[in-house]
């Protein structure tokens, strides 16, 4: 089970820290990400991160703006999203990849969390 948490109403410009809790079963040697899905339009990748920390993607449209990181001893994925738009109003997704590849498709994610509302104002 994937727990997203930490959405809410934030003003452009500023700054969110999304969290996911991972329990009931092991997601060891799993890629964790993130996809979002804004209202009217489809779902989207976000970000991903293996395992290890090794291999990090993330979408053109947060580039440079988002941090995406792990601590596996609490089994919890976080995504930093800095300079916020309008445009990132969404529903945020956890997800994980029993094949520990991080792709940017939603195929490629075993596990979905239920969605945190991120919006932003302008």
């Known amino acids: 089970q994937l727990q997203a948490s930490g959405g809410g109403l934030v003003q452009a410009g500023g700054t969110l820290t999304l969290s996911c809790a991972a329990s009931?079963?092991?997601?060891?040697?799993?890629?964790m990400g993130w996809f979002r899905q804004a209202p009217g339009k489809e779902r989207e990748f976000v970000a991903g991160?293996?395992?290890?920390?090794?291999?990090?993607d993330y979408a053109d449209s947060v580039k440079g703006r988002s941090i995406i990181s792990r601590d596996n001893g609490k089994n919890t994925v976080y995504l930093q999203m800095s300079s916020l738009k309008p445009e990132d109003t969404a529903v945020y997704y956890c997800?994980?990849?029993?094949?520990?590849?991080?792709?940017?498709?939603?195929?490629?994610?075993?596990?979905w969390g239920q969605g945190t509302l991120v919006t932003v104002s302008s």
């Open positions: 009931g079963r092991t997601f060891t040697y799993f890629a």
């Open positions: 991160i293996t395992w290890s920390g090794g291999r990090i």
């Open positions: 997800v994980a990849d029993h094949t520990n590849l991080a792709r940017s498709e939603a195929y490629g994610y075993d596990y």
